[in-house]
């Protein structure tokens, strides 16, 4: 087990007007009192299409609803929500998402940028209005670069394709599907010419990746780095899983060679059996000798084979020499000689600090591992909930709930210190964490609603998922050990449209039929 050695930090987790920890609140009275309280430690400095006056309206609206014994997870799953709803921009050209509350010289149009749109489509598809996504997805395939001196959608790598069909599986759309489906080939085709090897492989800058200044980095250098493969391979998935679904047999076919290919190259060239991990292949030869968290990327796109060998990676989050700190995990292992030698918080440093975008996507890694493989190493759903855990204790800055940028990792100081610029940064998932991976929400094609939770067994008595949006019905998780909490029975139920669909006496994966 990690140790924890945040105490300083429990009384903000409770410090927010009259929230009570005993009685059974409604859960939007609950999302009500949640929402003032952040309102009222907030200046509001930039007000988007829902300002703070209209966020609990909108939120009510739109958000899926949760409640949990751990108040610093459920504290923290409504900040990110609140905090999400900032970014929803309308612009001229549709809404889109920012990842900075503040303008910054290297956005595109209306402050845009594309680096983390995989994280806000995963994020955003939990929404009740998906139309909001939607124009979010149009604008990267048909506005980003229009009137631009340069690029600006392929800026920074993208795992968007992968994320457009996992959208779908929540929020079914065919005939959208089938509308930009032709744009999304192109762009695929686009990124083999700019960043395809003749070895199949994909190369980029760590600074394309979003990861400046990281220890197998460079800015010149064309390194075959575990992300944009990765990514690559995700996209070419979903080309295949979307081109079935338009009954497109060649592109189907296309696609699912280029999957296979990405997968053996990756496996066969990126990892290494001296460090058991996957590692930068460098342009000028040979791995690059040390593990980094994006070394655990091909996991949140289930693309490593399941073996006891490649299991062994993930045993390094529980290493102190490794990823493992007080505050989170790191963005590189800890015995590396040149960790956290890079700027410490005058430049964007990936060399060790803590980055809620990797965390996010470590943790869906770690998530995919433990519900989708049979080797798991030293990970159980224990360690999940803790590093889970460990990460929303992170989320704040004098003793008040903050998102920012990047963080010391022995004393959780943000690096940015006080730059505007910083506040809110919307760089990373948390709510789909709750949702898809703790509450285990696996969307599916077909309509049948699959659960798997990773809540280790015995933590909690209860819990409650509400007002979930999902293939156009509204879904509701309860479970209550005892029946004490919500007195309607012992046990798990999922009901459907209110109508009560399961009842089970553990909390276990489970299949139920929608119809």
Known sequence: ???????????????????????????????????????????????????????????????????????????????????????????????????????????????SISCAAGHHIYEGRWLKDNSFLKDYIKFWFYNADVGQSKARFHQFSSWIDDAIYQNQLVKPDVAFLKSIFPAMDADYQKWEKERGLKSGLFWQHDVKDGMEESVSGSRKDQNRRPTISSYMYANAKAMAQIATLLSDNDLKNKYNEKAIALKKLVQDSL?????????????????????????????????????????????????????????????????????????????????????????????????????????????????????????????????????????????????????????????????????????????????????????????WDWFKLDNLSYHGKIITIKWDKTGKKYNQGKGLYVYVNGKEKYKGTELKKILVKLN
Request: charged share 25%; with cysteine.
């Open 271 to 459: 990892w290494s059996n001296s460090s058991s991990f996957f590692e930068t292949k460098l342009a000028k030869g040979g791995l690059a000798n040390v593990r980094e968290a994006i070394g655990f990327i091909p996991w949140d796109f289930n693309l490593p084979d399941d073996k006891p060998e490649y299991a062994l990676a993930w045993n390094q989050i529980v290493d102190t020499a490794g990823f493992d700190t007080p505050w989170g995990l790191t963005t590189a292992e800890r015995r590396n000689p040149t960790f956290r030698t890079r700027g410490t918080g005058h430049s964007c440093e990936w060399d060790g600090a803590l980055w809620p975008f990797a965390t996010s996507q470590t943790l869906k890694g770690l998530s995919n591992l433990l519900t989708n493989y049979k080797n798991h190493g030293k990970m159980t759903a224990e360690v999940f909930y803790d590093e889970l855990h460990t990460y929303a204790k992170s989320h704040t800055k004098n003793g008040k709930p903050y998102l920012g940028e990047y963080q010391d990792e022995k004393n959780g100081e943000w690096l940015k210190g006080d730059n505007p610029r910083s506040s809110f940064y919307n760089h990373s998932t948390f709510c789909d964490l709750i949702i898809n991976d703790l509450i285990g929400v696996k969307p599916r094609a077909d309509d049948i609603f699959e659960l798997y939770p990773l809540i280790p067994k015995g933590k």
């Open 1 to 111: 087990m990690k140790k924890i050695f945040l105490t300083l930090l429990l009384a903000a987790c409770f410090a927010f007007s009259g929230l009570s920890q005993q009685k059974a609140i409604p859960l939007k009275a609950k999302l009500k009192e949640y929402v003032t309280y952040f309102n009222s430690i907030d200046t509001e400095a930039v007000k988007n299409f829902v300002p703070n006056a209209n966020a609990y309206n909108w939120l009510s609206e739109n958000i899926p609803l949760f409640e949990c014994p751990d108040k610093v997870l459920e504290q923290n799953y409504y900040y990110r929500w609140w905090s999400f709803r900032k970014h929803l921009k309308q612009t001229p050209e549709g809404f889109i998402i920012t990842e900075f509350i503040e303008p910054v010289k290297h956005a595109g149009k209306y402050n």
